[in-house]
């Protein structure tokens, strides 16, 4: 089936040390995005690839990275994890064109916890 | 201006009852309107979405209803079940980019 892939699942890293969290897909589609969701929270969007370009939301901290090698794979790398970067990070895609280029197909997010 | 606002937090029901979940926005320019579904410990998953040009769209047992003047709209699941006891989250997005600006969220529990 077609999907978006998270990985892990669950991360737990210690303060100050970097961390890599990716996410694959399946869909071929040409948009990405990763938002980061705090408990009982709403998603909040940290930024998005639309093809190779790169999009960062204003607000999103210079401690938030992103990679996307190529159209399957995106990353979010987290230089220096502090106390309030605990998370679920989820990763999305979406196909820009077509009928149902609306919609964003969620992964299941990496809960990522640091000590 | 670029919030949505969503209410209530939280909302319990009974099976076959029909849970309301309303949002407000006030950025004009968003022109979809999605709501997302969530299980624990999965992503969102989309539900049904809107285009401010209908009042309504329904889907299954999921209706949306928009009013564009007063800048609202809502969620109505009619007969609910158990099954869809889960955070339901509104979102609004202006444009191609599609980046969604989401809710707060509505954690609902249907009770058999």
């Known amino acids: 089936d077609a999907m978006v892939i998270q990985n892990p699942r669950y991360q737990v890293t210690q303060f100050g040390k970097p961390v890599t969290l990716s996410c694959s897909q399946t869909l071929n589609h040409n948009v990405m995005y990763w938002y980061q969701q705090k408990s009982s929270q709403a998603p909040k969007l940290l930024f998005h690839y639309y093809d190779k370009d790169f999009n960062n939301e204003a607000d999103t901290p210079d401690n938030f990275q992103s990679r996307r090698p190529n159209t399957s794979f995106c990353f979010l790398d987290i230089r220096s994890p502090g106390l309030g970067d605990a998370a679920m990070y989820l990763c999305?895609?979406?196909?820009?064109?077509?009928?149902?280029?609306?919609?964003?197909?969620f992964g299941p997010g990496t809960r990522l916890l640091v000590l | 201006q670029q919030q949505v606002k969503q209410s209530p937090q939280s909302l319990i029901v009974q099976k076959g009852g029909i849970p309301i979940i309303n949002c407000a926005y006030e950025n004009t320019a968003f022109d979809y309107f999605p709501w997302y579904q969530q299980f624990p410990g999965k992503g969102p998953a989309l539900l049904i979405a809107?285009?401010?040009?209908?009042s309504e769209k329904k889907e299954g047992r999921f209706t949306i209803s928009f009013n564009k003047s007063a800048k609202q709209f809502s969620l109505h699941i009619m007969d609910s079940q158990p099954g869809d006891s889960a955070t339901y989250f509104c979102?609004?997005?202006?444009?191609?980019?599609?980046?969604?600006?989401f809710g707060s969220g509505t954690r609902l529990l249907v009770r058999p």
């Open positions: 979102a609004a997005s202006m444009g191609s980019s599609y980046k969604l600006i």
């Open positions: 809107i285009r401010p040009d209908v």
């Open positions: 999305a895609t979406r196909k820009q064109g077509g009928m149902y280029q609306e919609t964003q197909y």
